[in-house]
């Protein structure tokens, strides 16, 4: 294009498909390069754009994929911005960004008046992976001072082999402040693959999963005077390489899984100063820490849940009195030998071994199991919080206190040599948790307290050995799955204020024989008895009406009923007389072909 020309402007699409262009040299005055101008332009080579150019519009060079040149005029006072991309419709969805599926590009040198690389803007073209259609070439990028914000999978999966990007180079003096969400994550190895990367001292936010999976990042450094303030979530998930970090002083906010199954991450400090506030749920999950101090802070620091779930080298814990909670911290920590907290702090403590709340309500950790296996909950305790006791091998008997209310999730799952829960005479007990008991695999009979009313889904699940339970009258509420693969349970009277019989309740309970009902049970929930394989009969309360229909809170859902699939010894049922709803399948795969009779 000859010439300039201050008003010069291309209607949208002008050259979209355009398969004969090869070279392209835009006039000087042209002001945007609209949304899709140069879309699949699939023989274009190098095109020069003038310093006038202010915008590159979505999709303005998508799936160019010979184009390997890009030449900006120097120069240039107004402000350039790659404006921000979007994603399509469909499975897997579709990307549309201004460079995307540039297969050829393999470096991009941006003009140093760029203030904005928007989002998707060098992604891959559609998320099927590694047989997507076209990824953007780049191995490397050098971002100008001028660019104050990266968007959202601005380079996600770039590269147009696997682990090819390796460099991401920022000039002195970066302006930037924002990281966008998945800005720089890796899928099936692509993705920036560098083993380094230094990030400006301006940054103040780097967003929700910006680095997640960048397995070959080893150092991501960050300079003394450093003004990052937020760590999304999951911002350096699954950064296989990572082994050391410190978070500035600057720092107010780790997200939730922001480092979780970073596998070697060994080392994590607070600078100096900390003003960290809050730590979310998972941040360190699955990672290799072995020690970590939380910093006194002039606020509190706020803990999520499962904060280093599955750390199993992390031995030493320092508690500063700035955590206001700990909770579940440590579940599946099965290491830690040294667990100190503050003196001062007003919110947790450690007694004998136990880390309880400062009131002596919450009992959240034990350090050491009895030397006998037996363990006696504290008078005073109200709550064994969430993952409390989990995986505590070690445990072979716990005897509950009378002031407990509640046994929180997990609290008990996975302790396989547990034999004997014991209460005490008054206990307060109202609610058991969702997989209190799971897979608590030695426990061979439980007699619950008589002032609990609520049992959670899935609460005594893969109690392989469990042939006794006695439920007081007090109770009214059962879980899902409640009993699933309770394979030694043979008999079980429900209390009589229950009237609902949950979904999956005895599944696989392949030795179970005889169910009473004492109440006015109306619904029996699907799935109820599937392969329990033996059970010969069942007589269902006159109260049923509906007969394995999955029940829900607020009414019911139709659904495939399955309540006796898999029953091969079943020979007879009896029916209400006034039983509406038979789901299907109700009686799939009972070899025996039952016999059902009307209630007379």
């Known amino acids: 294009f000859a010439g300039s020309s201050e008003n010069f402007a291309f209607g949208s699409k002008v050259f979209n498909g355009c398969v004969g262009l090869k070279e392209v040299e835009l006039p000087s005055g042209l002001k945007e390069i609209g949304a899709s101008l140069f879309e699949n332009c699939a023989s274009i080579e190098s095109i020069v754009i003038p310093n006038t150019v202010t915008s590159i519009g979505v999709n303005a060079f998508r799936m160019c994929i010979k184009l390997s040149s890009v030449m900006f005029e120097a120069g240039g006072e107004e402000a350039l911005v790659i404006e921000d991309g979007k994603m399509g419709p469909g499975t897997p969805p579709t990307v549309y960004g201004a460079f995307v599926g540039c297969t ?34 780049l191995t490397s990028i050098n971002i100008p001072a001028s660019v104050t914000s990266i968007g959202n999978y601005a380079f996600y999966a770039t590269g147009a082999k696997a682990n090819a990007f390796t460099s991401v180079n920022f000039a002195s003096g970066s302006k930037l402040e924002t990281i966008g969400e998945y800005a720089f994550a890796v899928t099936a190895n692509f993705g920036f693959s560098g083993t380094s990367f230094t990030l400006p001292a301006n940054v103040k936010t780097i967003g929700g ?22 760590i999304g979530a999951g911002a350096f998930s699954s950064c296989a390489s990572l082994t050391s970090f410190e978070a500035p002083s600057t720092v107010k906010t780790i997200g939730s899984s922001a480092f979780e199954r970073a596998s070697k991450l060994a080392t994590f400090t607070f600078a100096g100063n900390s003003s960290i506030g809050a730590i979310g749920d998972n941040a360190f999950s699955n990672t290799a820490l072995s020690t970590f101090t939380f910093p006194t802070t002039e606020g509190d620091i706020m803990l999520g849940a499962r904060l280093f779930q599955n750390c199993t080298k992390l031995k030493t ?6 955590v206001t909670t700990v909770n579940d911290a440590f579940d599946g920590c099965s290491s830690i030998t040294s667990l100190v907290v503050d003196a001062a702090s007003k919110n947790a403590k450690v007694e004998n071994s136990i880390l309880l709340s400062k009131d002596d309500k919450y009992f959240y950790y034990i350090l050491d199991i009895p030397a006998d296996g037996t363990l006696t ?9 969430s993952y409390a006791l989990s995986g505590k091998t070690a445990l072979k008997k716990v005897i509950i206190s009378e002031s407990v209310r509640t046994i929180g999730n997990y609290a008990f799952s996975g302790c396989i040599n547990l034999a004997v829960v014991e209460f005490a005479e008054r206990c307060e007990l109202e609610t058991i948790g969702l997989y209190a008991f799971e897979k608590c695999t030695s426990l061979a009979s439980l007699m619950l307290p008589s002032k609990l009313t609520t049992i959670e889904n899935y609460a005594f699940t893969g109690c392989s050995s469990l ?29 009589i204020d229950v009237q609902v019989i949950p979904n999956y309740c005895f599944t696989g309970c392949s030795s179970l024989k005889s169910v009473t009902y004492r109440g006015e049970v109306t619904t029996i929930g699907t799935y109820c008895f599937q392969k329990c394989t033996s059970l010969e009969s069942m007589a269902i309360p006159e109260s049923v009406s509906v007969l394995g229909v999955n029940t829900i809170a607020n009414g019911y859902a139709a659904g495939t009923g399955g309540v006796f699939e898999g029953c091969t010894s079943l020979r007879s049922v009896t029916l209400p007389s006034n039983l509406s709803v038979i789901a299907g399948a109700t009686f799939k795969n009972c070899s025996s072909r039952p016999s059902l009779f009307p209630r007379l």
């Open 104 to 137: 050829a590009l393999t470096s991009i040198e941006l003009p140093e008046r760029t203030t904005r690389i928007g989002a998707f803007a060098f992604a891959i073209s559609d998320f099927s992976g590694p047989g997507a259609k076209a990824k953007t070439g």
């Open 209 to 230: 999963l910006a680095f997640s999976g960048c397995s070959k990042l080893v150092n991501f450094v960050i300079g003394d005077n450093s003004k990052l303030e937020t």
């Open 317 to 322: 814990v320092n508690v500063s009195k700035s």
């Open 377 to 385: 909950i504290p008078d005073g305790v109200e709550s064994i919080d």
């Open 467 to 495: 042939d006794s339970v006695i439920m007081e009258d007090s109770v009214t509420s059962l879980g899902n799955y409640l009993f699933q693969n309770c394979m030694s349970l043979k008999t079980f009277e429900f209390p």
